[in-house]
């Protein structure tokens, strides 16, 4: 079926031929937790095209948690017959984005979008919406609900909600900090959603914001997806400057750089928990390719190829593959990976033209990284 023809009538009868189980199945593999399972299975058996809202701030350079993985898990939700709509927050983006204005949050968020074109996501059957223009066409129903989420909410609950609040201590906690989950909140509970998708550290915000409906408003609570954020490939992270590159993997890296990230990375033999380098092979490489082969010496037991990653656990703190193999190999899907995005890039004049736009406001937020560090 050609998906940019695609009715909600043909999305329905397409969901149909997957069975509740099934749609069930799809999408409580998306997040590490869903608040609550037992709310999404009566959803999807009352309605056969939820809307499910996905929190995205725009972002450069953007890592893959946000670039690959994000793709994943929107597809995975069309697949299972939900209506997709992405919430591109780029006034939330201003409180981090030194020295931008919105225009260029925008520019950046339109760079966002160009590379999950590259990724794969099916954007024809996913609704983009600039939280700004949300605001500006109904700010009489934000604003007057972000200062009531702030009049019944403590500063403690607040500042749960803060990203970086472990880098500060409480009285040196950034004003912006204690403003954007009152913003953020009353931006989930301004929309009609039966669910939203967000990354494990907004569990808090989220939870306020159930409660608030439930509480507050007498309405119903929106479901919550929390998908898993990619750890530090960086030993001892916490001892790392936060602006290192070499914590992640971003959608912008070269063979290059990731052979040099590759070298860094801490991927200790026979140890899998707490392996970074397994957690992305987990969340990434087998959800994209469904195997992962490692490449070995005879002497060694030659070439595996695994299926699972229990396969793979198993045979690594065994010491069956050794970790020099695994990274190689993990190197190797990256690469592959990520060529495709590059390659669009390079055949896209009007995807590069937004890249070269955006190195200025690059090397200016690197200089304010260094200077806050």
């Known amino acids: 079926m ?11 009868r397409e969901t149909m031929g ?6 069930f199945t799809v999408l409580t593999s998306i ?3 869903c608040i609550q399972e037992d709310e999404l299975w009566f959803l999807l058996k009352r309605k056969a095209t939820p809307v499910c809202y996905v929190w995205f701030e725009p972002s ?43 225009d260029q949050v925008r520019t950046v968020g339109s760079y966002n979008i160009e590379m999950w074109k590259a990724a794969g996501m099916d954007l024809e059957r996913v609704e983009l919406v600039w939280f700004s223009d949300e605001l500006n066409h109904h700010p009489a129903n934000y604003w007057p609900l972000a200062f009531d989420v702030s009049r019944k909410s403590t500063v403690d609950q607040i500042a749960r909600c803060c990203s970086i609040m472990e880098s500060f201590l409480p009285d040196l906690l950034p004003g912006a900090e204690l403003l ?20 494990t550290d907004q569990r808090d915000a989220s939870m306020i914001a ?29 001892l ?9 993997v971003f959608m912008e890296d070269g063979a290059d750089i990731l052979s040099f990230k590759m070298e860094k990375a801490f991927c200790p033999p026979k140890l899998a928990l707490g392996n970074p380098c397994l ?42 593959v050794d970790s020099a193999n695994v990274k190689l190999a993990f190197e190797k899907s990256l690469n592959k990976i990520l060529q495709p995005v590059h390659d669009y890039f390079w055949d896209n004049k009007g995807a590069m033209a937004l890249f070269c736009s955006l190195k200025p406001f690059l090397l200016f937020q690197e200089y304010q990284r260094a200077r806050r560090e």
């Open 2 to 12: 050609d998906n940019s023809s695609a009715s909600p009538m043909d999305i329905y």
């Open 18 to 23: 997957m069975s509740l189980v099934d749609r």
């Open 31 to 33: 997040g590490d937790e």
């Open 60 to 102: 450069t350079p953007m890592n893959i948690t946000e670039g690959i993985l994000k793709a994943i898990y929107v597809n995975k939700m069309v697949k299972a017959g939900f209506t997709v709509k992405v919430m591109i927050a780029d006034l939330f983006a201003l409180i981090y984005k030194y020295g931008y204005n919105l």
């Open 180 to 199: 954007y989950p009152c913003l953020q909140i009353a931006a989930i509970l301004s929309q009609k959603a039966d669910m939203w998708l967000f990354s």
């Open 210 to 238: 159930r409660s608030y409906a439930e509480n507050i408003k007498g309405q119903n609570k929106p479901i919550i997806l929390l998908h898993n954020m990619l750890p530090s490939l960086l030993e001892k992270p916490e």
């Open 240 to 248: 790392q400057r936060r602006g290192d590159p070499a914590r992640t």
């Open 279 to 320: 957690e992305y092979i987990k969340y990434v490489i087998f959800p994209l390719f469904g195997k992962f082969e490692v490449v070995q010496e005879e002497m060694d037991g030659g070439t595996k190829t695994f299926s699972s990653m229990e396969e793979l656990v198993v045979d690594y703190e065994s010491g069956v």
